[in-house]
T-cell receptor, first 117, second 114 residues
Framework: NAGVTQTPKFRVLKTGQSMTLLCAQD?????MYWYRQDPGMGLRLIHY???????AKGEVPDGYNVSRLKKQNFLLGLESAAPSQTSVYFC????????????????FGDGTRLSIL | AQSVTQLGSHVSVSEGALVLLRCNYS??????LFWYVQYPNQGLQLLLK??????LVKGINGFEAEFKKSETSFHLTKPSAHMSDAAEYFC????????????FGTGTRLTIIP
């Protein structure tokens, strides 16, 4: 049981390049999330999804796009990378409606370290 | 809006000493509160959670936290620090009715002095 798997683990991009980060979960979770972690700022929610085919904006969505074509996968795209997007990106997943499934917390992947030069 | 404040971005304790990491929350409705731990180059692991069943919550690795509504606090404690406790700790909050969006604090890095 792998849990939440993120690929790649590391990447260096040049300003203006594009790339896609992949998140896969094997726990049959309905909800998935993308966060970025920056020093002294904790984790901030970029986008999230409450089910296959749905996405919604989080706290810091600008410059990112997401897609949830399959329940187990959640993709985060950077169309034109900027140095301000240098960060560690975490994907997480959870069962769904918090109050109805025993208060299940989010499960996290190990992160993708992205540097934009 | 919900938020959490972690007092102290860095905390150092001696091995065997009490660990106390502070978290205060702000929420207009009853909160769900969590503590996560992050070891170097890893993702976040759940230490413990408060879901209104009991105010004193016990977690993994000997950690516990007490929910105090009057103080809007959810401080994390461990009676005796171990070298393996060195990590970054995050407090997080969400609402109790279908809001799965966790709001995280800025984190506290715990250093254990031999």
């Amino acid at each position: 049981n792998a849990g939440v798997t993120q690929t790649p683990k590391f990447r260096v991009l040049k300003t203006g390049q594009s790339m896609t980060l992949l998140c896969a979960q094997d726990m049959n979770h309905e909800y998935m999330y993308w966060y970025r972690q920056d020093p002294g700022m904790g984790l901030r929610l970029i986008h999230y999804s409450v089910g296959e085919g749905t996405t919604a904006k989080g706290e810091v969505p600008d410059g990112y796009n997401v897609s949830r074509l399959k329940k187990q996968n959640f993709l985060l795209g950077l169309e034109s990378a900027a140095p301000s997007q240098t960060s560690v990106y975490f994907c997480a997943s959870s069962y769904g409606q918090f109050s109805s499934v025993g208060n299940q917390p989010q499960h996290f992947g190990d992160g993708t370290r992205l540097s934009i030069l | 809006a919900q938020s959490v404040t972690q007092l102290g971005s860095h905390v150092s304790v001696s091995e065997g000493a009490l660990v106390l990491l502070r978290c205060n929350y702000s929420s207009s409705v009853p909160p769900y509160l969590f503590w996560y731990v992050q070891y170097p180059n890893q993702g976040l692991q759940l230490l413990l959670k408060y879901t209104s069943a009991a105010t004193l919550v016990k977690g993994i690795n000997g950690f516990e936290a007490e929910f105090k509504k009057s103080e809007t606090s959810f401080h994390l404690t461990k009676p005796s620090a171990h070298m393996s406790d060195a990590a970054e700790y995050f407090c997080a909050v969400t609402f109790s009715f279908g809001n799965e969006k966790l709001t995280f604090g800025t984190g506290t890095r715990l250093t254990i002095i031999p």
